[in-house]
């Protein structure tokens, strides 16, 4: 199911495009978009990334917007690269590596991996890397990860969990982490009992 952001960008995107292709009922346009491109009847059977992403794809080709085509057709990527970044962050932070940055360091491993392209321009050219490569560098990281957590002898959930800071004790070698702080709602629903 969407976001209320992505709802709202949705409905905004389906009115430029049936605009755009001159599409008497927008409702049946739609309908039409979500059985093409999903298979699905309903709005709440879309799902937040992939399906959104192949949504909005097709919207800006509708519409003609090309900059929202070309910002659609690599979010998987992007979001890949995030990942990867943030994989690095929490490597280097079980390292004790503060002086560090994640760009750096990811560049390193792809120089020791061979995944490294010829022609490197700037410290972030990694974000340019094939899919696959970039998948096979975040499990690069994430495997090092849990290797840092188990010498650590942290024998908790070793699952990735995005955005988690990692905090080493360095006097008694314990690990603990702190988590991102949970979004709240938008608004608090009160019931009152009569």
């Not at 979001?79 to 390193?108: E, K």
Request: aromatic share 8%; charged share 30%; with cysteine.
């Amino acid at each position: 199911m969407l976001t209320k952001k992505q709802a709202a960008l949705f409905w905004r995107f389906l009115a430029v495009a049936a605009e755009r292709q001159a599409v008497p009922d927008r409702e049946a346009y739609r309908k039409r978009i979500l059985r093409e491109e999903l298979g699905i009847e309903h709005m709440r059977d879309i799902g937040r990334t992939g399906d959104f992403d192949r949504l909005m794809l097709r919207l800006a080709q509708d519409a003609e917007d090309w900059h929202s085509l070309a910002y659609y057709s690599v979010a998987g990527e992007r979001r890949l690269a995030d990942l990867v970044a943030d994989c690095a962050t929490q490597v280097l932070d079980l390292s004790a590596q503060d002086a560090v940055f994640p760009l750096a360091y990811i560049g390193g491993v792809l120089r020791q991996s061979g995944m490294s392209p010829i022609r490197v321009v700037g410290s972030d050219y990694w974000l340019d890397l094939a899919p696959d490569d970039l998948a096979r560098l975040l499990q690069i990281l994430d495997t090092h990860r849990r290797r840092l957590l188990k010498r650590a002898h942290y024998d908790q959930n070793l699952a990735y969990v995005h955005g988690r800071r990692w905090i080493v004790d360095t006097c008694d070698n314990r690990v603990c982490f702190e988590d991102p702080p949970a979004p709240q709602p938008a608004f608090k629903v009160n019931i009152l009992s009569a």
